[in-house]
């Protein structure tokens, strides 16, 4: 049986906490769910993954001051070249990282949003 | 009505769960809400913005081992500079936070101290420049009338690195200190200590040694300095005044390189 406050469920009958307005304690096993996407970086995930078979165009949606994603990115070993949306900035002179170097084909790529419009990335290459 | 385990309040009427002992399990849509900080990183709170319209030095609290934030930090357009806590270890070493105007912060507590990393973004802080406005032909004016005696007005320098007219509240229409210019003597927040020397350079009146700084001297722009006209006399004794100052900025005490030079005026009606 879900658990309700004021009629609003709170606790559903999978055990899934929704509706929830805030939080304020420890966690410790406590993990994002890790979900595939497309071309849509959704900052409601907190964890998303995407391989590449191609050149991609991603977009973002649900940009919200605070919000914070990771994105496991595989380029393949082709090292297929993604393109972000222009809210996307990267660090220092603002230059991309280079996606497709030799031995690198995959990334840690954390988003960052600034506030409503602009998210700030960091991305971190593998072999 | 709220959820209670042995009387203590897990989820509020509010829908907010509170006194979570633990949570195990996986998440969704779950994001920190943001908080913004004037100059205190609570550890508690787990993304922080701050957006600074000064130079700010910051604080921690609620630091419990463990315990992560980021801080989302905007240094302004002028590249304000932030210090912080002593009891932050970097990453191989502080950043220069003058590199780069945004910054995301991450700040983990390990107790007694905290490690910080950083990475900079885009949006560079302008390279500072120190400049100075008027020339020998066309020095810049700060006009005013007389008004009750005594006529006082000047032009004052000040460690924020701008600009002000001062015009005594007792001269008619006088407007007290307003600022002429943020980007004249330094278009920055100044990144070290500057000198600057005045002297008279023409005009029918000079300087005020009393109620100017130190004249024909270099002096640290540490703190406000100013150079003003002090007339005591009836304005009807005297027709149009007027007071040419010259000023030097030099980032040595010996005055040099002078890098930059400006005229600035002081003008004032007489009736005589």
Redesign the interface.
């Known amino acids: 049986m879900a658990i309700k406050i004021a009629g609003t469920t709170v606790i559903n009958n999978s055990r899934a906490v929704t509706n929830m307005t805030d939080i304020a304690g420890n966690y410790g096993q406590f993990h994002g769910t890790a979900e595939t996407i497309t071309t849509v970086l959704d900052m409601n995930k907190p964890v998303m993954t995407r391989t590449l078979t191609a050149a991609t165009t991603f977009t973002a949606t649900n940009i919200a001051t605070g919000r914070c994603c990771l994105l496991l990115l595989n380029v393949s070993a082709s090292g297929h070249l993604p393109t972000w949306p222009s809210s996307i900035q990267w660090p220092g002179n603002g230059a991309e990282p280079d996606w497709d170097a030799t031995g690198v084909q995959h990334w840690l790529v954390g988003f960052t949003c600034w506030d409503n419009t602009t998210i700030r990335a960091t991305a971190t290459g593998w072999g | ?3 209670k385990i042995t009387n203590s309040t897990i ?24 908080s913004s900080v004037t100059s205190n990183i609570t550890m508690s709170n787990s ?1 922080q ?1 701050c957006i600074m319209t000064g130079n700010v030095t910051f604080t921690l609290s609620g630091g419990d081992e463990g315990r992560t934030t ?1 801080l ?1 930090l905007d240094t302004g357009s002028s590249g304000h500079t932030p210090t912080f806590p002593s009891s932050i270890l970097w990453v191989g070493s502080e950043p220069t936070w003058s590199g ?1 105007r ?1 910054w ?1 912060i991450t700040i983990l507590s390990r107790g007694t101290y905290q490690t910080g990393t950083a ?4 949006g ?1 802080s302008p390279t500072e420049a120190v400049t100075l406005g008027g020339t020998t032909s066309s020095p810049v004016n700060n006009f005013d009338a007389t008004g009750i005696e005594p006529f006082e007005a000047g032009w004052r320098f000040k460690a924020d690195g701008n600009v002000y007219k001062w015009q005594h509240p007792n001269n008619a229409g006088g407007d007290s200190e307003t600022l002429y210019s943020t980007t004249q003597w330094n278009n920055i927040t100044p990144s070290q200590t500057y000198y600057i020397k005045a002297s008279n350079y023409s005009g029918t009146v000079n300087l005020n040694v009393a109620n100017s700084d130190t004249l024909n001297t270099w002096i640290a722009l540490t703190g406000t300095r100013e150079f003003n006209v002090y007339d005591t006399r009836d304005s009807n004794s005297y027709a149009d005044e007027n007071c040419v100052m010259k000023i030097e900025i030099s980032a040595n005490s010996s005055g040099s390189p002078v890098l930059a030079t400006g005229y600035y005026k002081v003008s004032y009606v007489g009736t005589a």
């Open positions: 009505m709220a959820i989820i509020s009427d509010g829908r907010a769960f509170i006194n979570v002992d633990n949570v195990q399990g996986t998440y969704g849509n779950l994001h920190a809400s943001p993304i913005t980021a989302l780069s945004y995301q990475v900079g973004y885009a560079s």
